[in-house]
C-alpha cells in the first residue's frame, strides 16, 4: 500500500437550470496541474516521501462517480485533495469539498476565488472544515502538504505577499494524456513567464492578484523559460504565456531575443500565443513573428473612449488599432481582441454599432460581459451603491450581468447581444481580413458560431460554452445541490471585515 495519494481537481460550474457543465472537447487545458504536480514533487524530495498524483478534471468527466472512487479508494494510507476554483467555479468547489470532507479525507480549496472571496465564504469553510489557501501558492504549497505529512494540517495558508518567481519551480511538462490534452480543441500548453501589469483597469482582478510592479523577481528565468518552451513544443503542442501582459515582463525584451534563435533552431516552427496591452508599438511587431508568436490576444475591450476613460483604461487608443493591425497582419499575426458589454451605462443601440466595428478591425472578437469581480474598484462601487443584482458566484463568469443596467434590462442586453454575435461571427466575417490568415480567421469564425449555435440550442445563453468547448450530447444528469452556496448579500462593512476575518483564523 502506498503512502500518499493527492488529487488535485479543477472543478466545472453549473447552467442556469442547475445542471453540471461537462464536456466532451476543451477549448483549453487548465494549467493548473502541471504547476501543483512541480511544487508537490519539490516538496516531496525535500522530505524524502513520495506522493501518487492524481489529476482530475471535473469538465471531462463523465458524471461525478470519479469523487465516488476517491472516497472509495484503499491505495493510500493517507489523502489529501487540492481544488483550485475561479470564482464562478467556488460553488462547485465547495459541493465536491464538502462530500469528500465528510467522508474525512482533507481538503484543501485555492486559487482565484478564494483568494478574492468575501469573509462569509471563508466562515463556510471553516465551519465545514475545509483548509484554504490565500495568495500565490509557491510558498504555500510546499507548507500545506508538510503539515498534511505530519498530520497538522491547519485551516487557513495565507500567502501575504508576491512570490519570488525566479527561484519557483516550472511547471512541469505537459502531461498529454494525465492532464486531458487529448481533448482538448485547442490544446495550447501554457506557462506564466512573469506575473502583473502595471495598469489599474477598474474592472480587473490581476492587480490585486499579482501586482503592479514589474519587478525582476517577478519574472521567471530566461533560460528556463527557454528550455520549457522548447520541451513542450517537441511534444506537439502550442504554447500560451499566460503573462497578464507579456510585453510589461521585465525580461521581454532579452527573452524575445533567445526565442527567436530557438526558433530559427527548430525550423521557425514555434507556435506561441501571447497577451499585449493595446500600447505596443508596431516596430516591435517584427520581433515577436520572428520569436514564434502567431496569435496574440489584445485587451480592447471597447471602441468608446467614455467607457475606457470610466474604466481607467487610458492606455487605450482606438484611433491607433487599424496600423497596429495591418502591422500584425503583414507578418501572419492574428489577432484576437476582447470585448466587454454590458458597461452601466450602454445603451442597446451602441452593442450592434460596435460589434461591427470590432469585427472590421479584428480577426478574432472574444465578447466578455462585464462582471465586478470581488477585490475590484468596480465591485466595491457596486456593493456601496446597491448595483448588485445578482450574488450567486457561480454567474461570475463574465457570461452573466451582475451588476445593475441603467439603460437597458438584462434581458434587453441578452437580444442585443445575440445580434452582436450574429455580426462578429457572421460568414461575411469569416471570409475577410488578411489574405494571409483568411483560412485561420475562416476556421476560428465557424468554430465560435457552431459554439453559438449550441450555446442557443442547449442552454439559452450565446457563447455561454465557447471558453468552454464542445459538451457531450446526452451529458450526466448532475444537478446542482440543494444547498450549493449561491452567495449572500454583502454591504461595504462586510468587504472591510475579511482582513479582519482571516486574522482570527490565524
Known amino acids: 500500500m502506498k503512502s500518499f495519494g493527492i488529487w488535485i481537481i479543477s472543478p466545472s460550474s453549473y447552467e442556469d437550470t442547475g445542471r453540471l457543465f461537462q464536456f466532451r472537447w476543451l477549448l483549453m487545458i487548465p494549467p493548473i496541474f502541471g504547476v501543483m504536480r512541480a511544487l508537490i514533487n519539490q516538496v516531496a524530495q525535500i522530505l524524502g516521501v513520495s506522493f501518487e498524483i492524481i489529476c482530475v478534471n471535473d469538465r471531462l468527466e463523465r458524471g461525478e462517480k470519479y469523487i465516488q472512487e476517491i472516497i472509495d479508494n484503499k491505495s493510500y494510507i493517507k489523502k489529501l485533495i487540492f481544488i483550485s476554483a475561479k470564482t464562478f467555479e467556488l460553488p462547485r468547489a465547495i459541493d465536491i469539498a464538502r462530500r469528500l470532507k465528510r467522508a474525512n479525507i482533507d481538503v484543501v480549496i485555492g486559487g482565484i476565488g478564494v483568494t478574492l472571496a468575501d469573509w462569509k465564504i471563508y466562515e463556510i469553510l471553516k465551519n465545514e472544515g475545509i483548509s484554504f489557501n490565500i495568495g500565490e501558492g509557491e510558498e504555500t504549497i510546499p507548507k500545506i502538504v508538510t503539515d498534511f505529512v505530519n498530520n497538522s494540517l491547519k485551516l487557513l495558508y495565507w500567502q501575504r505577499s508576491f512570490v519570488d518567481l525566479s527561484k519557483a519551480p ?41 501586482g503592479r510592479e514589474m519587478l525582476p523577481h517577478r519574472a521567471r528565468s530566461i533560460g528556463g523559460v527557454i528550455d520549457w518552451v522548447e520541451r513542450t513544443h517537441k511534444l506537439g503542442l502550442p504554447i500560451m504565456f499566460l503573462d497578464d501582459n507579456f510585453r510589461r515582463s521585465p525580461n521581454y525584451r532579452q527573452l524575445l ?141 463574465t457570461r452573466h450581468y451582475v451588476r445593475k443596467l441603467y439603460n437597458m434590462s438584462p434581458e434587453e442586453a441578452l437580444v442585443e447581444i445575440r445580434k452582436g454575435f450574429s455580426i462578429i461571427y457572421s460568414f461575411k466575417h469569416a471570409l475577410s481580413g488578411s489574405p494571409g490568415l483568411r483560412y485561420e480567421v475562416f476556421r476560428d469564425t465557424i468554430y465560435c458560431k457552431i459554439l453559438v449555435f449550441l450555446g442557443n440550442m442547449k442552454i439559452k445563453r450565446p457563447y455561454q460554452i465557447i471558453m468552454d468547448g464542445i459538451p457531450y450530447f446526452l451529458p450526466p444528469f448532475v444537478m446542482r445541490p440543494a444547498d450549493s452556496y449561491r452567495g449572500e448579500p454583502l454591504t461595504s462593512k462586510d468587504l472591510a471585515r475579511k482582513e479582519v476575518c482571516l486574522q482570527s483564523m490565524l
Open 257 to 397: 531575443q533567445e526565442l527567436i534563435v530557438l526558433n530559427e533552431r527548430l525550423g521557425k516552427k514555434l507556435r506561441i500565443f501571447a497577451q499585449l496591452d493595446t500600447a505596443i508599438s508596431p516596430s516591435d511587431v517584427r520581433d515577436l513573428a520572428f520569436a514564434g508568436i502567431n496569435q496574440v490576444y489584445l485587451g480592447v475591450e471597447s471602441l468608446d473612449l467614455d467607457n475606457l476613460q470610466a474604466s481607467n483604461k487610458k492606455q487605450n487608443n482606438p484611433e491607433n488599432y487599424q496600423k497596429l493591425v495591418e502591422e500584425f497582419h503583414k507578418y501572419k499575426i492574428k489577432v484576437d481582441a476582447g470585448w466587454i458589454t454590458g458597461w452601466p451605462n450602454q445603451k442597446a443601440k451602441s452593442i450592434q454599432k460596435e460589434a461591427r466595428l470590432m469585427a472590421s478591425k479584428f480577426d478574432i472578437v472574444t465578447p466578455f460581459d462585464l462582471v465586478p469581480f470581488p477585490g475590484t474598484k468596480d465591485y466595491s462601487e457596486a456593493v456601496q451603491n446597491n448595483e448588485i443584482v445578482d450574488w450567486d458566484p457561480n454567474n461570475y463568469d
Open 170 to 210: 516550472f511547471p512541469d511538462i505537459p502531461d498529454v494524456i494525465g492532464d486531458g490534452y487529448k481533448h482538448g480543441l485547442n490544446p495550447m500548453a501554457g506557462i506564466d513567464t512573469s506575473e502583473g501589469c502595471p495598469f489599474g483597469c477598474s474592472f480587473c482582478c490581476v492587480t490585486l492578484l499579482r
